[in-house]
């Protein structure tokens, strides 16, 4: 749906005044979307090291080194995790949990979440 809305607004953009509800094909409903997928994927992990579903499980994707990920390792990371989905289940063989996708880009994930009410002190 997102897909076919964001179809419908590059079409109304380059003719508004011609401009009809397209009916694109599925193919190009599915493209678009992996196109936007890989949009989102990239952005997010080049900005922040995650995306909404890993701020909500505490997650960050970085280096391997420790840093955080640029735009094109993002970008390779979300190409591979679009292309080949199912590698994310490598991550319950590998005994550091990574994916196939993090084996060949290079990266990792780890949990960076601090509980609400949780706090640090020292000296006490």
């Given at each position: 749906m997102l897909a076919h809305l964001a179809f419908s607004a590059i079409a109304f953009?380059?003719?508004p005044r011609a401009f009809e509800w397209p009916n694109p094909g599925p193919l190009v409903l599915a493209t678009l979307w992996w196109v936007l997928l890989v949009?989102?994927?990239t952005i997010m992990w080049s900005v922040s090291g995650r995306t909404l579903g890993d701020q909500v499980m505490g997650l960050r994707v970085l280096t391997l080194g420790g840093d955080r990920l640029h735009?094109?390792?993002?970008?390779?990371?979300?190409?591979?995790?679009a292309v080949f989905p199912l590698g994310l289940l490598w991550c319950a063989v590998d005994r550091r949990r990574r994916?196939?996708?993090?084996l060949i880009v290079r990266t990792q994930v780890v949990y960076d979440?601090?509980?609400h009410g949780e706090t640090t002190t020292e000296g006490t």
């Amino acid at each position: 749906m997102l897909a076919h809305l964001a179809f419908s607004a590059i079409a109304f953009v380059t003719k508004p005044r011609a401009f009809e509800w397209p009916n694109p094909g599925p193919l190009v409903l599915a493209t678009l979307w992996w196109v936007l997928l890989v949009l989102y994927l990239t952005i997010m992990w080049s900005v922040s090291g995650r995306t909404l579903g890993d701020q909500v499980m505490g997650l960050r994707v970085l280096t391997l080194g420790g840093d955080r990920l640029h735009g094109v390792r993002a970008f390779l990371r979300a190409i591979v995790c679009a292309v080949f989905p199912l590698g994310l289940l490598w991550c319950a063989v590998d005994r550091r949990r990574r994916g196939v996708h993090d084996l060949i880009v290079r990266t990792q994930v780890v949990y960076d979440w601090i509980p609400h009410g949780e706090t640090t002190t020292e000296g006490t």
